[in-house]
């Protein structure tokens, strides 16, 4: 259940002391860093997060190398042996792999947080406490005074905390039904609501995902891949075929399950696969909070579908329907009834929400920051997610956007996954026929419009090139090039 990050920086690396001192200086921005979790005895209330009295920053933050050449599939298989390992439960829930001896001179990050600690909106909002906007790092030296840990409590009063929580909720549910009878009107609307919310998040927990080999017992060992794509390809696709970013990134996974699937020998008429939409359920006011809070709908996955065209217009009117359904306000309305559940029952919740009958696999997509992040002065370049794997579920999907380019995280089981890769070119496929598609339908330029083109770029150019004191100026007006991008 933990989820994190490849992330490939430009080099050279920095020194081991180097890193360390800079992370240390931040630590204090996510305090949960710090924090390992405390379980009282008998289960006499919910585990608690308490600070690590014997935190060091040197176990969670590894150093390692990859051996020559230092390719990307080597890179790759390192991330897969990283994220087969399970987090140590009695430290804080997360480690950071610096990886050197790439072949390009470049070099890898490694981030590995259990999920518990965050979701994968506001996740981004607390990693980038480690990044920088400019290439000028801030001075270290300006950093909080020395961190000292809370005393550690002891059993009697975590179960004295425990009992305390488990007697405040019914006294916050009883002030929430006198302000019921006080607005009598509004409570009930809210109520009937609340219940058509719930009824339809159970209606669609009856309606079981079909069976294929990606639901198969799954072992430890994991396979990451990876596919880089632009966010302009994005764009221009659902400029020109309608939906939005995130309905071409579902069609795109449906396209190279069908692929893969019909690689399989599986026939993919008249089957419809099941996507679990990771959803942030966090208010305005709660971001930048710490912990968990997601909900999660069943998106569409039309695989029976041939024509990418019609698939992405399946996959939109979908997820539009989802939307505008209660299903998000259901999930919200769970969430909130499981601060009043005891551990043993909100186990069983997070089964029956993570059921294997309910989904196929795991599709997210996290939007990033469309302008460059630094590290210790250095760029990042390229962010790949990594999500996790549930029980029975051999492939989950991530997806980021950063910088103006696509990055799809493909997290596979060892043994169920082996020809991960070749999902990946699937994906590849998958978005080229889409880009075909949307090529083919843009309206084409009149005569008229062809033959003004060339003398309005010319004259664009001799404005552009022209000074306002009359002078010539070779050079573009911000004195760079146009960057190019191709996706690979």
């Known amino acids: 259940m933990h989820v994190g990050a490849v992330i490939v920086v430009e080099g050279p690396p920095p020194d081991r002391e180097e890193f360390l001192k800079g992370l240390e200086s931040r630590l204090h921005l996510v305090p949960r860093y710090r924090q390992k979790l405390k379980e009282p005895r008998f289960e006499m209330g919910r585990p608690f997060w308490i600070d690590d009295p014997r935190f060091n920053l040197e176990y969670h933050v590894r150093f390692t190398a990859l051996p020559a050449p230092g390719s990307e599939e080597q890179l790759r298989q390192l991330a897969g042996r990283v994220f087969s390992q399970r987090l140590d439960r009695s430290k804080p829930l997360w480690e950071l792999w610096v990886v050197q001896g790439m072949h390009d001179g470049r070099f890898a990050v490694l981030t590995k ?15 980038t406490v480690l990044f920088d906007l400019s290439a000028v790092p801030p001075d270290a030296a300006a950093a909080e005074a020395p961190w000292v840990p809370s005393p550690e409590p002891s059993q009697a009063e975590l179960v004295a905390e425990g009992l305390k929580g488990a007697v405040k909720a019914p006294v916050e549910l009883a002030g929430q039904a006198l302000g019921a009878v006080q607005r009598p009107r509004q409570t009930a609307a809210r109520a009937m609501e609340a219940a058509e919310a719930i009824g339809e998040v159970a209606w669609a927990g009856l309606n079981a995902a079909p069976e294929t080999p990606l639901n198969v017992e799954i072992g430890p060992h994991r396979r990451v891949h990876w596919v880089r794509s632009r966010l302009d390809d994005f764009k221009a696709i659902k400029n020109e075929l309608g939906g939005t970013v995130n309905d071409v990134v579902i069609a795109v996974v449906s396209g190279a399950l069908r692929r893969w699937l019909r690689a399989r020998g599986v026939r993919a008429e008249g089957l419809e696969l099941r996507a679990l939409v990771p959803v942030s359920i966090r208010t305005e006011q709660q971001q930048g909070d710490l912990g968990n809070r997601i909900a999660a709908m069943r998106g569409p996955l039309p695989v029976y579908v041939d024509d990418p065209v019609e698939r992405l217009r399946i996959v939109s009117a979908g997820m539009q329907g989802l939307k505008e359904s209660k299903q ?18 909100l186990a069983q919740a997070s089964r029956l929400n993570f059921s294997t009958r309910l989904f196929n696999l795991i599709v997210t997509n996290v939007p990033g920051p469309q302008f460059p992040l630094y590290l210790m002065g250095r760029e990042l370049q390229q962010i790949v997610p990594v999500a996790f794997l549930p029980d029975d579920h051999a492939l989950a999907v991530a997806v980021m956007s950063y910088n103006g380019g696509v990055d799809f995280g493909l997290l596979g089981d060892y043994d169920a996954l082996p020809d991960i890769d070749e999902f990946g070119e699937f994906i590849e496929q998958s978005l080229d026929e889409l880009l075909d598609a ?27 090139a022209t000074s306002r004191d009359g002078k010539r100026n070779a050079s573009s007006r911000d004195g760079k090039p146009r960057a190019t991008s191709a996706r690979s």
């Open 113 to 127: 947080t259990h999920h518990a600690m965050v979701d994968g909106i506001s996740g981004v909002d607390i990693a």
């Open 328 to 345: 998000a306000l259901g999930a919200e309305v769970l969430a909130g009834l499981q601060g009043f559940a005891p551990p043993t029952i």
């Open 438 to 464: 949307a090529e083919k339908s843009r309206p084409p330029k009149r005569s008229s419009e062809r033959r003004s083109q060339p003398r309005k770029q010319a004259a664009a150019r001799k404005r552009k």
